[in-house]
Every structure is written in C-alpha cells, then in structure tokens.
C-alpha cells in the first residue's frame, strides 16, 4: 500500500486556527456550546478545537468525549468485539449547540452512530460536525458543517490521522494509503 503525506503538523495547525475562528464567529452563544470529541481520532482535535476557542472568546468551554461502540450498526458483522473507550459529558445538552468532532468522515456511519450516542443524553438546540478530512464514498446524507480538507479516495483506501497530545501543535500528520 502506497502512503502519501496529505497535511502536516503546520498544515493541521493552521486549519484548527482558522476553522476554530469560524466556529467561534458562527456561536449565538458560546456559554450554551461544548466540544465533544469522538474516541478515538475526534478527542485530540477536539482538545485543540476547544483550547482555540477559549483563546478567541476568554471563556472556559465545555468538553466532553463519546464511544459509539454500542451504536454501531456493523457489531454483528464486524467478527471481533471493538474495545470500549471513555464516554465522559458530564454537563446537560439540553439547549446546546455541540460541536462533534472526529479525524475522517467516510460512509457516515460513524456519524450516525455518534448523533445517535449524543441525543441518548438529551436533546440539544444544534449539532454541528467538524472533521479534519473528508475522504468522500458517503452512504449515508451526512455532511460536515466544518471541513479541513477534503480528498476522493477509493474504497479501500484508509486516511490515517496521527496526532501527538504532547505539544500544542504536536507531532503531527495525515497520511493517505491508496491500496
């Protein structure tokens, strides 16, 4: 399998900046907002996400993560039991705009699971989706509101996000391996 670097650390950096600035300037209300990240690709970009934000509007943010382990519809056909990762949301979503956050949105199913996951802790006033890369083959009407980069890519290709939690910008890179 071929593997091509898509974006590099000051690329992803960058698009966390900008895309950060656009989601602040899109809030009505950035004490009714929470990020939440989806384990495990979502949770360090959405720890990046809510950091620049905190910087643009001085305010703490609310954050949390979510496992869609439970809500996937492929458990039965998937062989091997997924681990279980942490869900923490610790404040009520009721009335709130939450941003979902994850590395790669491909089918959509994944973001099905996660809306399902989410709306299992109450009824918020809006979802929004951020993903860092939009690798396209969606079966389900699913489309993110915020996008840092986008590719067509075939089905068994894989786009890998690795980010590194160590230092703001990190250690960090997305490949492409096209099969």
Do not use: W
């Amino acid at each position: 399998m071929e593997k091509t670097v898509l974006l590099q650390s000051r690329d992803i950096a960058e698009i966390i900046d900008r895309l950060s600035g656009q989601i602040y300037k899109d809030l009505d209300d950035i004490d009714k907002f929470a990020v939440v990240g989806l384990q495990t690709g979502g949770v360090e970009l959405a720890r990046r996400i809510r950091n620049r934000i905190e910087e643009l509007s001085g305010k703490q943010v609310r954050s949390g993560t979510l496992d869609i382990t439970f809500y996937r519809d492929d458990l039965a056909t998937r062989g091997v039991l997924p681990s279980i990762k942490e869900t923490s949301i610790a404040f009520d979503i009721a009335n709130m705009t939450i941003l979902l956050v994850d590395d790669v949105i491909f089918t959509g199913r994944t973001t099905k699971a996660a809306l399902e996951t989410l709306t299992s802790f109450g009824r918020p006033k809006a979802i929004r989706l951020f993903v860092m890369v939009d690798r396209g083959n969606r079966e389900l009407p699913i489309q993110p509101d915020y996008c840092g980069y986008r590719i067509k890519t075939g089905i068994k290709d894989a786009i890998e996000v690795v980010l590194s939690a160590e230092t703001p910008a990190g250690d960090s890179v997305v490949f492409h391996k096209e099969e």
